[in-house]
């Protein structure tokens, strides 16, 4: 009888432990979105977006962290890490990058200007805006290296082609140079600005034919006539300044 007993006692444990290893588990979903803004050579933004579903119970957080590149960096992979853990997850990261500098005067002339460069989901724009120009079209160029050393600029080397294409009007099917950014005018009195979009150019990537840190703007004393090899017969570099993060 008492040998029955256990057998019984033993039973009913082992029926309790399948049930309790066969009882669904609440599920738990996280989604983290990472929106990364450049706000100066020094500082950096992150805003974490944070849902955390439970069981279809859906809850957000948001956390802004500011402070130094590497400093901010190190505290998003700590948050990902904590919050994604064994979870079944999505991550979503946008990065935005914002550069500005000044063009320097080049060959004698007194041409200056500001240019700003900034990315986001995929697209670089340039705007820039120069001043001390003789009215008219002129050209606008990225070149090799970020080396405006020289009186004239020619530090800067020839057109940025990582491509080893002709030099040509941007988007020409018979080819045309990463740097082949074009023409713009400037008015009565000297100034002028262009605004130019791209998905072949990044600020910082690991691609070579991409990347534009390293190189630098010129400004020409004329027109690119987009045909003439190897630089579209533009004239003097008047105005200069590498990119540099």
């Known amino acids: ?3 029955l007993s256990i057998l019984i006692v033993n039973l009913l444990l082992a029926v309790f432990l399948i049930s309790c290893d066969t009882k669904p588990k609440k599920k738990k979903h996280a989604e983290v ?3 990364m803004k450049k706000i100066n050579d020094t500082l950096l933004r992150a805003t974490i977006t944070t849902i955390m579903d439970k069981d279809g119970n859906a809850t957000e957080e948001v956390e802004v962290i500011e402070g130094a590149p590497g400093v901010v960096k190190a505290k998003v992979e700590e948050h990902k890490s904590k919050v994604l853990h064994d979870k079944p997850h999505q991550i979503h990261q946008k990065v935005e990058k914002k550069l500005q500098f000044s063009l320097e005067a080049k060959s004698g ?3 200056s200007g500001t240019v700003t460069l900034f990315e986001k989901e995929g697209y670089v724009t340039l705007e820039a805006h120069i001043n001390g120009l003789d009215e008219g079209v002129h050209a606008i160029h990225i070149h ?3 080396d405006c050393s020289a009186d004239n600029a020619t530090s800067s080397g020839g057109h940025w082609n990582p491509t080893f294409q002709a030099h040509g009007a941007w988007g020409d099917a018979n080819g045309f140079h990463q740097g082949d950014i074009g023409n713009f005018t400037a008015d009565a009195n000297g100034h002028g600005m262009i605004t130019f979009k791209t998905d072949l150019w990044c600020i910082g990537c690991d691609d070579k034919e991409k990347n534009l840190i390293g190189k630098a703007i010129i400004v020409h004393q004329g027109e690119d006539d987009l045909t003439s090899q190897p630089s579209g017969s533009a ?3 008047v ?3 590498g990119i540099i993060l």
């Open 239 to 241: 105005s200069c300044s």
């Open 235 to 237: 004239g003097a570099r």
């Open 1 to 3: 009888m008492k040998t």
């Open 109 to 111: 002339s007194n041409t």
């Open 144 to 146: 090799e290296k970020a």
């Open 33 to 35: 979105s990472i929106e």
